[in-house]
């Protein structure tokens, strides 16, 4: 057999550096894994070193609502669509209403023909009352001249008191037309001041219900309709929402941590690529009285607190309802 020529094997030395391949390999490995570990450390933990909280753009709440129960005929206005104050959003009907009209428009017709009638009994005193008062100075002028002839027992005493019953009964009759104008004038005012008020309370009803249009109180964007043609609502109860201009925004932050939160504070407001400026308005410890759509999108959780920010004005806010991201505008926060 042809014997085999042995594989020279070349030695390798111990020292050798590795190539440059492998060098970078490694420390991409390493910054890889750095960065992981960070990213995790920042999801988990880094709600505790900095600001950094979830909320949604909202907007001032106003409810339009009846101050009466009504029958709603129609609603104007759709969620999303925007509309301006005074503006017709829904018509409604409303039998209390009705009612309430013609009760005060009866009472207020018996009160003109009270009125009417004191003032025709108020005239006529008035233009007797100054023949009352001659009859009563003839009367007494009668009585003195008989008095004289009395004294002379030139007359009986039976014209003699005559004479004085004629001039009580005078005297009588025009103290009561003076007493009489006086309560006329009297009750006329009263009345007068009733009429006025009754008047008053009728234009009121007729404003408010304005023949049955419901107006929007603010400019906004319609939110939550809650009425429906042919339902039935009480006094003060919602049939729609409507959110004003004026956007704000509310958030969860969780207390705790190892930052404070401070009134006045700027923050960045980020909902995806867009961010916004803002001040904090507001810190408080509420979790319940909040807007049905914030909490509906966030559910709150112990220990979190809310705060409000006040967009920074000249830019254009996000849509209501979105959800945005409030984060520490500085870079190290107030610990």
């Not at 420390?27 to 894994?33: M, T």
């Not at 009367?139 to 003699?160: F, Y």
């Not at 037309?177 to 009297?186: H, I, M, V, Y």
Request: charged letters at 25%; zero cysteines; aromatic letters at 6%.
């Amino acid at each position: 057999m042809r014997r085999l020529r042995p594989r020279l094997v070349p030695p390798v030395a111990q020292d050798e550096p590795r190539p440059r391949r492998h060098t970078v390999i490694r420390w991409v490995y390493l910054a890889a894994v750095i960065g992981l570990m960070a990213w995790l450390g920042n999801l988990f933990l880094g709600g505790y070193f900095y600001l950094r909280a979830d909320g949604m753009v909202l907007g001032e709440l106003a409810v339009v609502a009846a101050e009466f129960p009504v029958t709603v005929n129609g609603i104007l206005v759709h969620e999303g669509e925007r509309v301006t104050a005074g503006q017709v959003v829904a018509t409604v009907s409303s039998q209390a209403v009705a009612e309430s009209l013609a009760r005060l428009t009866g009472d207020q017709a018996d009160r003109q023909i009270r009125l009417a009638d004191l003032d025709i009994r108020s005239q006529t005193t008035d233009a007797v009352i100054g023949l009352a008062g001659k009859r009563e100075t003839v009367a007494g002028d009668t009585r003195r001249e008989l008095e004289k002839l009395l004294a002379q027992r030139e007359l009986p005493v039976i014209a003699h008191s005559a004479a004085i019953d004629s001039e009580f009964r005078s005297k009588e009759d025009l103290e009561r037309l003076k007493a009489e104008r006086s309560a006329f004038a009297a009750q006329i005012g009263a009345l007068q001041a009733a009429v006025a008020r009754a008047q008053s309370a009728i234009d009121d009803l007729h404003r408010d219900y304005d023949d049955g249009r419901l107006h929007a109180p603010i400019d906004g964007v319609v939110g939550r309709r809650i009425a429906e043609q042919g339902a039935v609502f009480g006094a003060g109860d919602p049939l729609l929402d409507i959110y004003g201009n004026r956007r704000f925004v509310l958030a969860y932050v969780p207390t705790g941590g190892l930052f404070t939160v401070r009134v006045g504070e700027t923050v960045r407001i980020a909902d995806g690529l867009h961010t916004f400026a803002g001040t904090i308005t507001r810190v408080e410890p509420v979790a319940a009285a909040l807007p049905r759509e914030f909490q509906r999108a966030f559910t709150p959780v112990e220990h979190e607190q809310v705060i409000r920010v006040k967009l920074a004005t000249g830019q254009q806010p996000p849509p209501l309802f979105t959800k945005v991201q409030v984060t520490a505008a500085r870079f190290l926060p107030p610990w």
